[in-house]
């Protein structure tokens, strides 16, 4: 069953149009990735799904259109937004930076549950939860970034390039920690990355994006084995 439905979406930044009408759907419990070079529109279409630029077209979250939804709104409806380049709070605390992804919530109880639960997921932002999270390193702050997400209890959580700046080692943590939510959590992610060959991965389907349109959309395992994606992205 479809959880997240895009139809003919058209975006961008004032009169410069990025997105040129695109349609892509993410499934109850799926990773679907999102491939592209620089510039092909993969994180406008995600700040576009967050409500963060203007839109047209349609976007609707199982069956709730939130086309036009301000953020604020989007992310009540059940979608979180780990941005590209993280976006911490620098200096405020971990656990700080955690709590501000609850801010919507009431349920005191239900929080400090998930603090715990996601201090389990990423053991080393439990032994780091009162430092500054502008001290961490590079992949803890991927990791905050994601687990501050996640205490919105989303049920779409959108990844912007999750391997940016990372070591391949780190990359590779990140990537087997998604999969691990993914699986223990049945959440579904919609996830852009150029690391094309390690999201074909884990992805169920994808998506590529050249200048603002999709161009080619199967299986994980087809678009692997695709002679164009091999060439341009996994090079081989």
């Avoid at 961490?136 to 997400?149: K, N």
């Avoid at 940016?164 to 959440?187: C, D, H, K, Y």
């Avoid at 991965?201 to 087809?222: D, F, H, P, Q, W």
């Amino acid at each position: 069953m479809s959880l997240l439905e895009i139809t003919d979406l058209r975006g961008g930044y004032g009169p410069s149009m990025v997105l040129h009408g695109i349609s892509l759907t993410v499934n109850e419990g799926e990773i679907v990735v999102v491939l592209g070079a620089n510039g092909a529109g993969k994180t406008t279409t995600m700040r576009a799904i967050a409500g963060l630029i203007s839109r047209k077209g349609a976007i609707s979250l199982d069956g709730l259109s939130i086309i036009g939804m301000n953020p604020d709104k989007v992310v009540g409806a059940g979608i979180s937004l780990v941005p590209q380049g993280r976006g911490t709070f620098a200096k405020l605390s971990v656990e700080d930076n955690l709590l501000v992804g609850a801010a919507k919530r009431r349920d005191r109880a239900g929080i400090k549950e998930d603090l715990e639960r996601w201090y389990e997921v990423f053991p080393r932002l439990a032994e780091r939860k009162k430092q500054p999270a502008g001290t961490l390193s590079g992949g803890e702050q991927q990791m905050l970034a994601i687990a501050r997400a996640l205490m919105n209890r989303p049920r779409l959580l959108l990844c912007d390039e999750p391997s940016l700046g990372l070591a391949p080692i780190v990359v590779r943590e990140v990537f087997s920690l998604l999969t691990r939510i993914n699986a223990e959590q049945t959440m579904a992610m919609l996830i852009v990355e150029q690391n094309a060959e390690l999201a074909l991965e884990i992805a169920s389907r994808a998506y590529l994006l050249e200048v603002g349109n999709v161009v080619s959309e199967g299986t994980a395992a087809s678009l692997r084995n695709s002679d164009a994606v091999r060439r341009a992205y996994l090079g081989y």
